[in-house]
Antibody, heavy 119, light 112 residues
Framework: QITLKESGPTLVKPTQTLTLTCTFS??????????VAWIRQPPGKALEYLAI???????LFSPSLKSRLTITKDTSKNQVVLTMTNMDPVDTGTYYC???????????WGQGTTVTVSS | QSVLTQPPSVSGAPGQRVTISCTGSSSNIGAGFDVHWYQQLPGRAPKLLIY???NRPSGVPDRFSGSKSGTSASLAITGLQAEDEADYYC????????????FGGGTKVTVL
């Protein structure tokens, strides 16, 4: 059974850097075709695809956020870390990590973690 | 403005059939990237409903079906039930965005 859980601060100040950790179980990110993606959702708004890291360390980023995002994996700890620099109140929302497997869809999601950007 | 365009809302009576369109372009759906669909119940994380344009994960009722043609895709719900009231999102990838994943703007399904 695959599970994922997001963790990180619930409140960050404008201009600070956000660091979120996705801790997962039930699969290995060193296995061919596996990936972990980050998606966010501002309150009352649509989902936004942020980034994904694959088993071979290939990475894709939303072009509009690429300059602010870093994504890394630690296969020994079963963790993926997303950092987003220069946080702004518009970055407030729920941040999800999700598993991308052989279906190529995001087939298992974490529960999400809420991040508020405010001074 | 989402790369993939969905109607903001659709509605139907219990038992009816509703469809949700997802319109893209030659750099995403039309380029051959798969379309996936997600259901998001209020206050919950999204759930994969359809993957690879037409496939249902185990446990998803066969009332849900997906199709793809050209630069568009559709999700159909037949025999609409009260528990289907949710937000639905299509998702693909886009070659003009460095292959990044993209979501539609979401469609609220209301069961009358």
């Amino acid at each position: 059974q695959i599970t994922l859980k997001e963790s990180g601060p619930t409140l960050v100040k404008p201009t600070q850097t956000l660091t979120l950790t996705c801790t997962f179980s039930g699969f290995s990110l060193s296995t061919h075709n596996m990936g972990v993606a980050w998606i966010r959702q501002p309150p009352g708004k649509a989902l936004e695809y942020l980034a994904i890291i694959y088993w071979d360390d290939d990475k894709l980023f939303s072009p509009s956020l690429k300059s602010r995002l870093t994504i890394t994996k630690d296969t020994s700890k079963n963790q993926v870390v997303l950092t987003m620099t220069n946080m702004d109140p518009v970055d407030t929302g729920t941040y999800y990590c999700a598993h991308r497997g052989v279906t190529y869809g995001l087939d298992v999601w974490g529960q999400g973690t809420t991040v508020t950007v405010s001074s | 403005q989402s790369v993939l365009t969905q109607p903001p809302s659709v509605s139907g009576a219990p038992g009816q059939r509703v469809t949700i369109s997802c319109t893209g372009s030659s750099s995403n759906i039309g380029a051959g990237f798969d379309v996936h669909w997600y259901q998001q119940l209020p206050g919950r994380a999204p759930k994969l409903l359809i993957y690879g344009n037409t496939n249902r994960p185990s446990g998803v009722p066969d009332r849900f079906s997906g199709s793809k043609s050209g630069t568009s895709a559709s999700l159909a719900i037949t025999g609409l039930q009260a528990e289907d009231e949710a937000d639905y999102y299509c998702q693909s990838h886009d070659s003009s965005l460095d292959g990044s994943g993209v979501f539609g703007g979401g469609t609220k399904v209301t069961v009358l």
